[in-house]
Nanobody, 119 residues
């Protein structure tokens, strides 16, 4: 099992920045990738970004490309999501995920952290 704990959410004005962190513990040696999803009120959970654990290859949703950056610290078993130029539509609960089987299996999930962007 892998446990994931997110932090860094909060309230920010449009155009501002936030950095989310997700610390993994447990069977982290099995991690192939980590990433972020988000879920806004009344909407389905959607993919935001992903990074592979070995070589650091990244993938982003079109809606966040150029604004969000995902990175990882292998020594700390932590993944980060730097969010710049935040928009009202970025308001959501952000969930950290870890994949053990394949990079897109999303086997483990954190509890989520709220990000609210105000005008």
């Amino acid at each position: 099992q892998v446990q994931l704990v997110e932090s860094g959410g909060g309230l920010v004005q449009a155009g501002g920045s936030l950095r989310l962190s997700c610390a993994a513990s447990g069977r982290t040696f099995s991690t192939r990738a980590m990433g972020w999803f988000r879920q806004a009120p009344g909407k389905e959970r959607e993919f935001v970004a992903r990074i592979t654990w070995s070589i650091g290859s990244t993938s982003y949703a079109d809606s966040v490309k150029g604004r969000f950056t995902i990175s990882r610290d292998n020594a700390k078993n932590t993944v980060y999501l730097q969010m710049n130029n935040l928009k009202l539509e970025d308001t959501a609960v952000y969930y950290c995920t870890a994949s053990a089987r394949v990079i897109s299996s999303y086997d483990y999930w954190g509890q989520g952290t709220q990000v609210t962007v105000s005008s």
